[in-house]
């Protein structure tokens, strides 16, 4: 990069080319120097050659963001690059990419970032804050690592590379900050990016935020509770199955079993490091219940939560094909992401601890089937594909004190 970072100033670099990507940059473009990165293919290249074009009904270039229906504005980063050089003149770097993708990022970062750099990942998942210290090495102890538990908005790009919209800002969302001693700064510059809404909530650790990802008991164990061949003949389908709506019996006893494992290993580590207060990570019902008040219209169990939460009405399972010949998609990122960044790292979280998850470990076992990977052997995270997941054991911790240490909790 010819350029050079100017104190004084909030510099930020926007990680990824998606919907979140586009949007988030579009925002902070509008009141900061904003830079957008991916390393993703030509997308760069691509998103840079559209936003330097028109738009089908105007003539001015950059990228239009509208604010659920109403303002709208109009700006052009600094920049749109696939250089990681870039990171020398972030003070904040915001990843927006599938976790799946942030190892890579960090990793290509590692040369060039730059002291007291804040870097956010919206969502964090599960063991964001380990992945980061393996790829930074030495330099994540000069940076703070923020994990969101979620994005900051509904939305999507309506026009890709020139109009985004946002659908809807969340009132309030969690995030934590490795190390703690840093939060009170990195949240505020944060909070300064996103504006008043929605209110940037200070968790206690980064195990908190990784331990409540619903995604890794939700997608993954409907999954499950629908396809696996206790329930499933392998035969095509007429119609897409309705995925939270369609939740039966079956699928609530798993989702359950695996939310209470995912607690007795919360429980487990409350238990080993006294004052340490991990309450948001929650039971997967009290999720719903903080997450979708007054959308539900029964929320007296995990069943009819889903059931009835209308945030959900209509989404189905990912299929593939046509009608009358629809199959399962085994390989969506419900499985294939979720598994490996969510559920592989709480349960190697629990081998450490000692923590019993025979309701993961099946589920697990089925995903890993499906997707032809081997994260467990015997119950064991030590299977040949480790390496990508997000598993303390694939980065070489092997015992608890260890883990404390890496996630900053001792």
């Not at 109009?163 to 995030?175: E, H, M, V």
């Not at 409350?270 to 340490?276: M, R, S």
């Amino acid at each position: 990069m010819g350029e050079e970072h100017k104190a004084g100033t909030c510099t930020v670099l926007v990680c990824g080319g998606g919907n979140a990507a586009q949007v988030a940059t579009a925002m902070f473009a509008a009141r900061y120097t904003t830079y957008a990165i991916s390393l993703f293919q030509d997308e760069a290249a691509r998103w840079k050659k559209a936003m330097h074009g028109c738009r089908w009904n105007d003539k001015v270039p950059g990228m239009e963001l509208t604010f659920e229906g109403s303002k709208k504005v109009v700006s052009m980063p600094a920049d749109i690059t696939n250089d990681p050089a870039v990171a020398a003149l972030a003070d904040v770097i915001v990843l927006a990419v599938p976790s799946f993708a942030h190892g890579e990022y960090f990793a290509a970062f590692e040369p060039y970032i730059r002291p007291k750099t804040i870097v956010a990942c919206m969502p964090a998942r599960s063991g964001g804050d380990i992945v980061f210290a393996a790829k930074l090495g030495a330099k994540a102890a000069q940076c703070s690592f923020v994990g969101f538990e979620t994005l900051p908005w509904a939305c999507r790009f309506t026009e890709w590379g020139k109009r985004a919209t946002i659908l809807g800002t969340k009132g309030s969302i969690l995030a934590a900050v490795t190390p703690p001693s840093d939060a009170d700064r990195s949240l505020a510059y944060l909070q300064g990016l996103l504006g008043v809404f929605p209110n940037i909530v200070k968790s206690s650790t980064n195990i908190a935020i990784s331990l409540r990802n619903p995604g890794q008991v939700i997608h993954p164990g409907v999954m499950f509770g629908r396809w696996n061949p206790e329930k499933w003949d392998g035969k095509a389908l007429a119609e897409k199955p309705l995925f939270y709506q369609g939740v039966d019996d079956y699928t609530e006893d798993v989702l359950t079993k695996v939310s209470d494992e995912v607690q007795a290993v919360r429980k487990k580590i409350e238990e080993l490091i006294p004052g340490l207060d991990l309450k948001d990570a929650c039971s997967l019902h009290q999720w719903y219940l903080d997450s979708y008040d007054g959308q539900m219209e029964d929320s007296s169990t995990l069943k009819k939560s889903m059931n009835t939460c209308s945030a959900y009405t209509g989404l189905t399972h990912p299929m593939l094909g046509d009608a009358p010949n629809y199959m399962p998609d085994l390989k969506y990122r419900y499985v294939a992401e979720d598994v490996p960044t969510g559920l592989c790292f709480t349960k190697g979280v629990a081998e450490l601890l000692g923590v019993p998850t025979p309701q993961m470990d099946k589920v697990m076992t089925w995903a890993q089937g499906v997707l032809g990977k081997e994260f467990l052997v015997d119950g064991k995270m030590a299977g040949k594909d480790l390496a990508m997941t997000r598993a303390p054991q694939a980065v070489g911790i092997k015992d608890a004190d260890a883990f404390f240490t890496a996630a900053h909790m001792k």
